[in-house]
């Protein structure tokens, strides 16, 4: 079988319009397209064989900022007959090419690109923007045989899909447009976050960039926490099982979430020791890929879609809207203080040797104080402040116990690699944790909002 890849060049410049356009150059997001898509290409095998490339400014700079360190320069080549818009002329090219190269990679220009996947495939992507690609299986034979309805779609990626920066620069410009605005009511904003949610899917099963998953899990829990404090205020017990899926959903996640940040805190924790950090890179990626296959597995279960759907239900139901309209706001100071009495208790009883577990129980209730407050956030403004920055010590916290536990699950798979080397950095790890365990507990509990107007 032969792989073709076809990628369109990142975003080019109009600005200079004396410039033909074989000399137009890549303009600030085409440059900021780069190193997203050599992470896309590679991911998906595109630098394994020949790298061709129009003779087009834009083309060049693209394929010069995708090859990795020291590629081998006799896999790329600068072709002048790429520099095409007419499909018909790369078809003839591709013809001409030597059977033994399995794998073909090509950079140049719509819509060229474009009409020789649809000539290729039966069902072509409708759409190939800037520093997009697609990839094509073809049958193991000659490319001079290559003809009409040959190829099977094997991946199609846009930025949108691979970067969580050009997802959001999208999502933005489309607000603007369409003059989208923060919903206030809860049946608005919790349908937003579930829109979102929908939005982000593509990103987190791509798995190319960690921030899709972060914003993902960010709004499944925001999505229960708000659903949580409805419930706790109002007493309506049938939001417990819509409450239950939430969860459970967030929980899928959680042990990637925890290797991703694991692997970004890891050059900083043993930048004198990069044996270990190769060690530990090597286990936590086998590790995470292993855990995204699981959640893709639980985003394309049946239960997951089920769930979801009875949650947009819910959602537009004329029960629920009336259900949040009758939330009254000292009903919300109320429930903050009671929450806020049951942190400060919890917070006295906490002992320098108490165990970790209870910090993080500790940090969960913050969580759910905050996302009360912010049900009617205008009397909680400071409030909401000091609740960040508390949250965020917390989180230290917790981020040191997990990754303390990671880095133990490495010795346990891999206890001859490193084993006096992977045991000084649990204990400065633990160092670490102490000296934060004694920053919360010289804090001591939250303020009374008692005060707060209703």
Request: aromatic share 6%.
């Amino acid at each position: 079988m032969k792989h073709l890849y076809l990628v369109r060049h990142a975003k080019s410049s109009w600005q200079d319009d004396t410039l033909q356009d074989r000399d137009r150059p890549l303009n600030a997001r085409g440059q900021e397209q780069l190193q997203p898509l050599a992470r896309a290409l590679s991911r998906a095998g595109a630098l394994g064989g020949q790298l061709y490339a129009s003779d087009a400014r834009r083309a060049r700079a693209t394929l010069d900022g995708i090859l990795p360190p020291a590629f081998p320069e006799n896999r790329v080549a600068i072709e002048p007959g790429l520099y095409t818009f007419d499909y018909r002329k790369l078809l003839n090219w591709l013809q001409t090419l030597g059977d033994e190269q399995d794998t073909v990679t090509i950079v140049g220009h719509n819509p060229a690109l474009l009409d020789l996947a649809g000539y290729l495939l039966k069902h072509p992507p409708a759409h190939l923007p800037t520093a997009s690609f697609i990839c094509l299986n073809l049958p193991d034979k000659p490319w001079a045989k290559l003809d009409k309805g040959q190829g099977r779609l094997e991946n199609f990626l846009t930025p949108k899909e691979y970067s969580y920066r050009e997802f959001a620069r999208k999502r933005k410009k489309r607000a603007k447009t369409t003059g989208e605005a923060p919903e206030k009511s809860i049946p608005k904003a919790l349908q937003h976050q579930l829109k979102r949610l929908h939005e982000l899917e593509p990103g987190v099963r791509t798995g190319l960039d960690d921030e899709f998953l972060h914003q993902f899990r960010i709004a499944l829990r925001r999505s229960r926490a708000i659903a949580e404090s409805l419930k706790e205020i109002t007493g309506d017990k049938t939001l417990a099982g819509y409450i239950k899926p939430l969860k459970q959903h967030a929980r899928a996640t959680s042990r990637l979430r925890d290797l991703h940040v694991f692997l970004q805190d890891l050059p900083e924790r043993v930048e004198n020791n990069g044996e270990l950090q190769t060690a530990l890179e090597t286990w936590a990626l086998t590790e995470a890929h292993h855990e995204h296959q699981a959640l893709v597995a639980h985003m394309d279960s049946k239960s997951y879609r089920r769930t979801l759907h009875d949650w947009e239900d819910l959602l537009h139901s004329g029960a629920f809207r009336k259900l949040a309209a009758n939330l009254a706001t000292r009903d919300i100071a109320k429930a903050v203080n009671r929450r806020v009495r049951n942190f400060n208790r919890a917070t006295a009883e906490l002992l320098h040797n108490s165990p970790d577990e209870k910090i993080h129980s500790l940090r969960k209730q913050l969580k759910r104080i905050r996302y009360l407050m912010e049900l009617n956030p205008e009397p909680f403004r400071q409030a909401l402040k000091e609740m960040k920055e508390r949250q965020e010590l917390y989180g230290r916290f917790q981020d040191l116990h997990v990754q303390g536990e990671l880095v133990r699950g490495f010795q346990e798979q891999a206890p001859d690699i490193l084993p006096a080397a992977a045991h000084d950095l649990t204990r400065r790890m633990q160092a670490e944790k102490a000296d934060v365990r004694r920053v919360i507990l010289a804090m001591g509990g939250l303020p009374d909002y008692g005060q707060v107007p209703s």
